[in-house]
């Protein structure tokens, strides 16, 4: 063992130290690390990353985009369709009956109505679920291929990280930035400054507020869009006799409790989709601006509500224009 140390030790050659060949600058630059390519990116959406190409993560971006940009003119739409619906007739009636007639000729020319109001409406609806759809079938495989333990543990971590984020929302009274989406407005607590809270009803779903009251109105606007735009189309083959006195005929001849809680929910449902999911497009996360958010979703819906009585005092027609209403109401696509 020792002759075997010896001979190891006495075969070391002193070697004269030599300088590495190149400059400083190439030493410096041979590294650097260079940056992964950045995904390429259309109307500021990334869209894919040709180093590292993530199916999910690329159609994802691009669907994203779709849902994004086709809110834009479906908002300039409903702007113009809720002062005429909303504001107008909580001042005068007949005057909103004109206005709301006026604007019907604008958004109902074929182009317009065609590509910026149903095309966008759409293509909003369809890539949002879409989205929705592919990040559960995600979710759903990256459970499964997770070892049992690893579950456990992200389960654990979850539950605390939650936790500490509700202590941390009950105990902040200034004004923070709060990006979890799953606080949506933050309610009636945030509106009365007494903290910001989790929806639970969204959270138990698996949905923030906002994927969950646009959701719920894909139904309601659904119906809302058969028996005002469809049904005249397909009895009479246009809809120039949809006005406000059709919406006070539908009150008197049927249900009115079951009424407003349908136009209710369609009011509420609508506001609070776009006000939210527009304060999500502008990165708006401060408490304040939430609670403003959430207390301008409220006012206007009251007002709303209170134009749909003024509206409805109008009554049911009658003759020609009572017959064809109830012809629109019975209309079934079955």
Do not use: C
């Amino acid at each position: 063992m020792g002759s075997e140390l010896s001979e190891s030790v006495t075969s070391l050659k002193n070697v004269t130290p030599a300088p590495i060949d190149g400059s400083e600058d190439e030493l410096e630059e041979s590294f650097v690390l260079t940056p992964e390519p950045q995904p390429r990116k259309y109307f500021g959406v990334p869209i894919f990353n040709r180093s590292n190409p993530d199916i999910y993560r690329t159609t994802n971006n691009f669907l994203g985009a779709i849902q994004k940009y086709s809110s834009y003119s479906f908002t300039g739409f409903l702007i113009l369709h809720s002062i005429n619906v909303l504001v107008t007739p909580a001042i005068n009636v007949d005057v909103a009956e004109e206005t709301f007639m006026m604007a019907r000729d604008i958004y109902q020319q074929e182009n317009v109505e065609k590509w910026l109001v149903f095309g966008s409406l759409i293509a909003h609806v369809a890539s949002g679920l879409a989205i929705r759809v592919i990040r559960t079938v995600k979710n759903y495989f990256s459970r499964r291929n997770q070892a049992k333990n690893s579950k456990k543990n992200k389960s654990q971590f979850s539950q605390q990280l939650a936790m500490e984020q509700q202590a941390k929302y009950n105990s902040q009274t200034q004004d923070y930035e709060i990006t979890d989406e799953s606080v949506g407005l933050g309610g009636w607590f945030g509106a009365f400054k007494l903290g910001i809270r989790r929806s639970k009803i969204a959270s138990l779903l698996g949905v923030t507020p906002v994927q969950l009251s646009g959701l719920l109105l894909v139904p309601v606007l659904g119906y809302h869009i058969l028996k005002e735009r469809i049904a005249p189309l397909m009895i009479d083959g246009d809809s120039s006799l949809i006005k406000l006195g059709y919406v006070a005929h539908a009150f008197a001849k049927s249900n009115k409790l079951v009424s407003y809680l349908g136009f209710g929910s369609l009011i509420y449902l609508t506001l609070y989709h776009v006000v939210a999911g527009w304060m999500k497009y502008l990165k708006i996360y401060s408490q304040t601006q939430r609670r403003r958010g959430f207390l301008l979703v409220n006012g206007l819906t009251l007002l709303g509500m209170f134009s749909l009585s003024r509206i409805v005092s109008m009554g049911a027609e009658h003759g020609t224009v009572g017959k064809a209403y109830d012809a629109y109401m019975n209309y079934s696509p079955l």
